[in-house]
């Protein structure tokens, strides 16, 4: 975490009740100034700009009239569940998963995951031996997280149990209690690179024991690694074997591995991948049977067209970097500058991903929220990033700063920061 305690000023929370009243004025000033502004921007979802998607617009009339694989098949038919083998061996290295057990399907990682659980609630899944949804579900949520992710949960029932979020991974400890305590967990949320929102990357010891950690043969980590290849530096960090380590650890099929090119290519039609041990590739091809007679293979084949190896999928990569990387110095920018000299906040700096974690004063995020709402700045609602929307301290707030255009950007992080400090000099003006 980067601290906001970096200017000499006197922070907030230190200022006497008359000069907290003063400041909070002038804050009330500057917010009157915004809403009058007419401004109407968003920072709600991380969703590419038009410029990163401009990057694969050749798939607009990709694959030139070619229709067939390596291997001569015609991808117009029906047919190649398992996707198209090519592209496959593309994504296969930096998700570390061989491409035999690596699966191209259709464009959202999202619906393999929401499919994935549906099935092991009805069916159960390999080494189980009832469905899950014979009886009471839990999953851990590590926090902050994935608002989609607790969705799904929360969809189908599935209680969300929130653990802590370190920068190297999950509390670690807090996850082994509850699993040696409570069998109705079977799942926990994982986004190991990057992860949403904070940008924390899973170190190798900590993977080292969600894999090894008592529990029943029927638990599964959904290890979504939608970032794995999004860098905004050059300090990246070494894609890690999870399944390797499963079985290693004599427990081979506890990761299912998830990724898609959504924030690659096009996230409208894109293409998602699933992977894991041979027990649970084959129990997913065995669902997918009767859901589907194979993907859209020609949609692979423009992606295997456009990105051609692993290092073509590279080469684009960086290309989006050249894209996003100003756009996530502007945030620090702007934080460091408006909410710094005010010991107002911190914030994570990632160097990969799509989002940034911000944590105001407790008992501030939410109203923080609806004055920048209230003044045409749409942010992402404060306690999305924990399960059924309840922060505990009403302190973090998710910036995704990747669609705007860099000016607008500018714009609604002043904006944002102006409508913070308001925010905690109320706060803290009410606790006096």
Known sequence: MTSAATSPAVPLADLDTEALRTARDGFRAAYAELQAAGLKLDLTRGKPSSDQLDLSNDLLHLPDGEYRDAAGTDLRNYGGALGLPELRAIFADALRVPPAQLLALGNASLTIMHDTIVQALLHGVPGGNRPWGSGPISFIAPVPGYDRHFSIAERYGIRLIPVPLTDEGPDVEAVAALLATDDSIKGMWCVPVYSNPSGAVYSEEVVRALVSLPAAADFRLFWDNAYAVHHLSDDRPQPIDVLTLAAEAGNPDRPLVFASTSKVTFPGAGVAFVGGSPANVDWIVRNMAVQ????????????MRLLR???GLAAHMERHRAILEPKF???????????????????????GGYFVSLDVLDGSAKRAVQLAAEAGIAVTPAGATFPYGDDPRDANIRIAPTFPPLDELRTALDGLCTAILLAEAETLLAAR
Do not use: C, F, M
């Open 329 to 351: 110095a502007a945030v620090s920018e702007a934080l460091t500058r408006r909410l710094a000299p005010y010991g107002a906040g911190v914030w994570t700096d990632p160097k």
């Open 292 to 303: 589907s007679i194979g993907p859209d293979k020609l949609n692979q084949l423009r992606h």
């Open 309 to 311: 190896d692993q290092a």
